[in-house]
């Protein structure tokens, strides 16, 4: 007999297992985290999505991150740049029902935040244990997990759930992982003391600027409550003549009026390291199968255009505890029409608006669609994460909007 017996072991400790352990220990079932690192540690993927803090809200989760007091940055919008043109989009005017602002965090202590109330809830946390082996074959999962020091030693569960992003645990040692089907684009990104006193920045939006020449280049500005910002900029390897990262984005803010007036006093040399990733497209064969599901990037990350990945990731837990929670209780469950169809329905969503952002189609309509209109609502709640609305037409049929 295995060392530890749960009904539900997840593997990652980001805010998709923070989610769905928070959620399945609501109803009384007992659940472990196993999380290969020690928080806090660096991870990307720093703004939050006003629909993610709906499903923070309902794991319990919320009120821990609106009471921390760590100084994230509250947000209530996207602003778009483009040579001479700018246009903003407000959460708080939106087709969707819902939360209306949201926040930028420093993952690290946002990251730590979630897992530690959710230990606080009754959740057992496990740091710097790996994932080893895994078998599904009999009527429960034998998992053999690596502590840091070398030893090892064996788990039973129920039900397994893999939050481990982009380290994708499971597809890993299951041999699940297929080469992106989509354009390899690479992000340079750190961390600035941006310094902004002009008026014409807007600190409680995320800030979208596209490259005057090249609209397939873009970059992220992502402001933060201590004075500092993410910033990163995205696009084919042939754009960057393979020079440093720091010279990368350095050299694109230069490129780029908006940018290069609003960061003119902006601090580059922090301490904070410059960073980079060849590609972060992820896909596998299927998104669940006997005692187990992917969540998040575990099964599909498709862009960070509109910093949907968060949102993605914690609506899977959502979905997935659902059906983990009665599957457990002996209730029928169909995972493909109430797990993966549910789930791709918003992840095709944005799949479409990602598309039509780098062909200009997306782009054009971001700046030409009059705000206050219903479809310009209807944009906004994309934008928000509220891409699971099925009442909102661009939901529905993703491919109106370019008609």
Request: glycine letters at 8%.
């Amino acid at each position: 007999m295995a060392a530890f017996i749960y009904d539900i072991v997840i593997v990652g400790a980001g805010p998709a297992g923070a989610v769905a352990a928070a959620l399945l220990n609501k109803q009384g079932f007992n659940v472990c985290v196993l999380e290969k690192q020690h928080f806090p540690r660096f991870v990307i993927g720093e703004s939050l999505l006003p629909y993610a803090m709906d499903i923070l809200q309902e794991a319990g989760l919320l009120r821990a991150v609106q009471a921390a007091g760590l100084g994230f940055q509250y947000k209530n919008g996207f602003a778009f740049s483009w040579g001479d043109r700018y246009t903003s989009f407000s959460f708080l005017d939106k087709f969707s029902a819902g939360n209306g602002t949201a926040f930028n965090v420093q993952r690290a202590e946002f990251d730590l935040l979630l897992i530690r109330e959710a230990e606080k809830q009754g959740v057992a946390v496990r740091f710097g244990e790996t994932l080893k082996k895994f078998d599904n074959e009999g009527e429960t999962v034998l998992l053999t997990v690596e502590r840091d020091n070398g030893d090892t030693y064996d788990m039973e569960a129920r039900f397994v759930l893999d939050a481990s992003g982009f380290y994708r645990a499971l597809p890993r040692l299951m041999n699940w992982e297929l080469p992106p089907e989509t354009v390899m684009r690479q992000v340079h990104f750190t961390h600035i003391d941006d310094r902004i006193t002009s008026p014409k920045f807007d600190r409680n939006k995320n800030l979208v600027c596209i490259h005057p020449e090249h609209r397939d280049v873009w970059v992220w500005f992502i402001p933060f409550a201590n004075g500092r910002s993410s910033i990163g900029v995205v696009g084919e390897e042939h754009y960057f003549r393979h020079e440093s990262t720091a010279n990368i984005l350095k050299e694109t803010v230069a490129e780029i009026p908006f940018l290069a007036e609003i960061l003119a006093d902006a601090k580059w040399d922090n301490g904070f390291p410059f960073r980079y990733l060849p590609g972060y497209t992820t896909k596998g064969k299927g998104l669940y199968g006997r005692h187990f599901a992917l969540l998040g990037a575990s099964g599909e990350f498709l862009d960070p255009i509109f910093s949907s990945g968060v949102t993605i990731a914690v609506h899977s837990s959502k979905l997935a505890a659902d059906c983990v929670s009665r599957e457990l209780r002996g209730l029928p469950v169909d995972w493909k029409n109430e797990f993966a169809v549910p789930l791709t329905t918003g992840v095709n969503a944005f799949g479409s608006y990602i598309n039509g952002w780098y062909d200009g189609r997306f782009q054009d309509l971001i700046f030409d669609v009059d705000k206050d209109s219903e479809l310009g609502r209807m944009v906004c709640a994309i934008l928000a994460g509220y891409a699971w609305d099925r009442e909102n037409p661009c939901v529905r049929d993703s491919q109106m909007l370019f008609a």
